[in-house]
């Protein structure tokens, strides 16, 4: 299947900065990207909707000026969490799909990235 | 919109027996269904999907799971689970093309010998 790679596995902030994390296809085009963020043994909650080249759709509930997502190239978005505070603190996955290729009914999910704030 | 039930929120079994995971799933239109299996600081790995024909699926690592569309279900099976198979699962649908994977709560199965 394809690979989506998310950077960084784990990150540790202070409250109060703000934090990037990437997700990349490697060997598809992600027209789409979804952000999840999961709480501990928890399920995945879907945060955003990115689509290349326009901005994100936020779920209900979700600050959009808190989780900036861009979605510049085909190959990279990013969620960026800003002025972060420790209940920020989640595990955020991003996922990518190929809509390309027909093979829409697929999503490829990053590593994962754990946040702290402390 | 969709939604996913999955039925138990823990499983403990013995290594080598059958397991099964519940999913039931709500929806207005026709769906795409997922079964990942996530490890402890990990991201998803897709163990099977089932988007159309035969209603019985298999999957990697010795898994299967039968769409029921009277019963709106997708349960997960195995016959004979290994310690390695320990781990958290998640049953998703979609709906339209284009759209999110909407997630139940997760299935925790724990294997003991």
């Known amino acids: 299947g394809a690979v989506v790679s998310q950077h960084p596995s784990r990150v540790i902030c202070k409250s109060g900065t703000s934090v990037k994390i990437e997700c990349r296809s490697l060997d598809f085009q992600a027209t789409t990207m979804f952000w999840y963020r999961q709480f501990p043994k928890q399920s995945l909650m879907l945060m955003a909707t990115s689509n290349e080249g326009s901005k994100a759709t936020y779920e209900q509930g979700v600050e959009k000026d808190k989780f900036l997502i861009n979605h510049a190239s085909l190959t990279l978005s990013t969620l960026t969490v800003t002025s972060a505070h420790p209940e920020d603190s989640s595990f955020y996955i991003c996922?990518?799909?190929?809509?390309?290729?027909?093979?829409?009914?697929?999503?490829?999910f990053g590593q994962g990235t754990r946040l702290t704030v402390v | 919109a969709q939604s996913v039930t999955q039925l138990d929120s823990q499983v403990p079994v013995f290594e080598e027996a059958p397991v099964e995971l519940r999913c039931n799933y709500s929806?207005?239109?026709?769906?795409?269904l997922f079964w990942y299996v996530q490890y402890p600081n990990q991201g998803l790995q897709l163990l099977l999907k089932?988007?159309?024909?035969?209603?019985l699926v298999k999957g990697i690592n010795g898994f299967e799971a039968e769409f029921n569309k009277s019963q709106t279900s997708f349960h997960l099976r195995k016959p004979s689970v290994h310690i390695s198979d320990t781990a958290e699962y998640f049953c998703a649908v979609k709906g339209q093309a284009g759209t999110a994977l909407i997630f139940g709560k997760g299935t925790t199965l724990s294997v003991s010998s």
């Open positions: 929806s207005s239109v026709s769906v795409y």
């Open positions: 996922s990518a799909r190929d809509g390309k290729t027909g093979l829409d009914t697929e999503a490829f």
């Open positions: 089932y988007l159309s024909g035969s209603t």
